[in-house]
Nanobody, 120 residues
Framework: QAQLVESGGGLAQPGGSLTLSCVCS???????MGWYRQAPGTQRELVAT???????NYADSAKGRFTVSRDNAKKAAYLQMNSLKPEDTAVYYC???????????????WGQGTLVTVSS
């Protein structure tokens, strides 16, 4: 089964920036890619998604500050996070959703998560 590996998390100051990366062990062309996050004591929530064709969708909390992108050639997805706030502190998870390609045997994938801490 394919695997997702995230990187790029760490400590950032309020107002700072971080870029998260997610690399898949196989081609991502058949997947919509997404980023989710989970803060302590809360449920996992959607941050941003990018479809196979490149259409993007953002949570209200991410609009105007975060940018999701993908590079199919590198089998990777990215989340550029600017103007970070303490409330952005969470474990960020990469997701690969095969959508209708489940009919061809593709399965949904999750990464192991990368911790983002926003604090002064």
């Amino acid at each position: 089964q394919a695997q997702l590996v995230e990187s790029g998390g760490g400590l950032a100051q309020p107002g700072g920036s971080l870029t998260l990366s997610c690399v898949c062990s196989e081609s991502i062309v058949s997947y919509a890619m997404g980023w989710y996050r989970q803060a302590p004591g809360t449920q996992r929530e959607l941050v941003a998604t990018i479809s196979r064709s490149g259409n993007t969708n953002y949570a209200d909390s991410a609009k105007g500050r975060f940018t999701v992108s993908r590079d199919n050639a590198k089998k990777a997805a990215y989340l550029q996070m600017n103007s970070l706030k303490p409330e952005d502190t969470a474990v960020y998870y990469c997701n690969a959703d095969p959508g209708n390609f489940r009919a061809f045997g593709f399965v949904e994938l999750w990464g192991q998560g990368t911790l983002v801490t926003v604090s002064s």
